[in-house]
């Protein structure tokens, strides 16, 4: 009875399950991993497990018999052909032990991990060319960033140049056209113009192309996912895979949309309780399990005029930017609550009221130097390829928007905490 359940069990797993005799020749192998070798039992028992494999791998497979017939336990990872088809497993091996503790053969268990690195591979391209072309835009506002200071130099010292003839000659003073360096400050801040709104466009349209392969990917697995087939748990793991990666892409995404204001702006009345209530699950999701996330919420009613979708990605931007000030680990905290901010001359009960929402983290904290300039565009002290320095600078162009602010407290060695803070609404709100 217990030799049948066994073999049940067998049977259940997804994975090809060996027994070897100590010279490595094959004994049995489960139903699943006859399926996956395409073979049945009698092509493949008494035959020696090493043949199994190409020339290149063998010497790891002896490696595993020889581990397991001193009672060692082994893991590694290798590669087999099948006509055209080439796949990837992790393999499993050990020590059989009869009753009395003697080893008497040897088991193996080999994963097929083809599908998770085809995909992890196929992901990195993606990440890969989404990184190259924001490398590009970046360059584009250096290069104009320069110009734009050569021609600001220029025209200093031309005005120099023109200041020390006046100083010689006072007549040259009455005929200096000032109409002249009028019209051409107007050509320098036009030209400004002209290039922040091609790279605008250029941000754009790289985001909406990105965003329709992602469309794609997302639709994949809303149908995978309301599909009435059951998956296999190794299905399931490589479907959650898949799934998480394309939340984090579209979060990329919807970065680049704010940046380039393709996004529109469609505030709504809401409770600032709720919506932090909405994004929090992704929050969790993404900080993982090394975080520690706690959430405060007001038993007030917080009512707000935003736009639910900016408040999302202002909060999520928030909470990247405490991951990697914590380095992967540490405790996040978020907070709402009410402020008035008094006003000289103000009667009683007339100063201005506010909600706010803010997040802490006890990561390493700002310096001066850094705070300062925290939320200009394009600034970060992050690693080459590892920021793009536009998320601060949207989160305040958000509270901007909805006509509130945002500060930031912040020391070297205890953290930084980023309060978003927004005018109260006076309408009804919706959760």
């Not at 027994?19 to 020696?48: F, K, M, T, Y």
Request: aromatic share 6%.
């Amino acid at each position: 009875m217990a030799y049948q359940l066994h073999r049940q069990l067998l049977e259940l797993s997804d994975d090809c399950v060996k027994q070897l005799d100590l010279d490595g020749r094959i004994r049995s192998v489960n139903e699943p991993g006859l399926r996956l070798l395409g073979a049945s039992a009698a092509e493949l028992e008494g035959r020696s497990w090493e043949v199994l494999w190409p020339i290149a791998g063998r010497p790891a497979v002896q490696r595993a018999c020889a581990a397991a017939r001193q009672g060692q336990a082994t893991r590694f990872i290798g590669e087999t052909i099948q006509g055209e088809r080439r796949r990837w497993w992790t393999v499993f091996t050990g020590p059989l032990r009869d009753e009395h503790g003697t080893v008497v053969g040897i088991g193996a268990v080999s994963r097929d991990i083809s599908d998770r690195l085809q995909f992890e591979d196929a992901m990195d391209m993606l990440n890969a060319r989404l990184q190259h072309r924001l490398d590009r835009a970046e360059r584009s506002v250096r290069t104009g960033d320069e110009h734009a200071a050569a021609l600001e130099a220029a025209l200093d010292a031309a005005t120099e140049a023109v200041e020390e003839g006046h100083a010689a000659q006072s007549s040259l003073r009455e005929k200096l056209d000032l109409a002249e360096v009028a019209r051409l400050a107007a050509e320098q801040i036009a030209l400004q113009t002209q290039k922040s709104a091609a790279v605008g466009q250029m941000v754009a349209g790289l985001a909406h192309d990105f965003n329709n392969n992602l469309q794609t990917i997302m639709t994949a697995l809303e149908t995978l996912a309301a599909s009435p087939l059951e998956m296999t748990a190794q299905q399931a793991r490589y479907f959650s895979f898949a799934e998480q990666a394309a939340r984090l892409a579209s979060v990329n995404v919807r970065r680049l949309l704010a940046f380039s204001r393709s996004h529109p702006y469609a505030p709504e009345h809401r409770d600032l309780g709720a919506l932090l209530d909405e994004v929090l699950p992704l929050i969790i999701g993404t900080l993982g399990s090394r975080f520690t996330v706690q959430a405060v919420r007001s038993d007030a009613a917080l009512p707000v005029f935003a736009d639910p979708h900016a408040f999302h990605q202002a909060l999520m931007n928030l909470a990247m930017n405490a991951r990697d000030a914590c380095g992967g680990a540490g405790r996040i905290a978020l907070r709402t609550g009410r402020e008035v901010i008094p006003v000289d001359g103000a009667d009683e009960g007339a100063h201005p009221d506010y909600v706010y929402v803010e997040l802490s983290d006890d990561g390493d904290g700002m310096s001066e130097d850094v705070l300062a300039r925290v939320f200009e565009p394009f600034f970060t002290t992050k690693a080459a390829g590892k920021g793009t320095g536009l998320g601060l600078a949207q989160v305040l162009g958000f509270a901007q928007q909805a006509g509130g602010t945002s500060r930031i407290l912040s020391e070297v060695g205890a953290g930084t905490t980023v309060r978003l803070v927004f005018p109260r609404a006076h309408a009804a709100t919706t959760a």
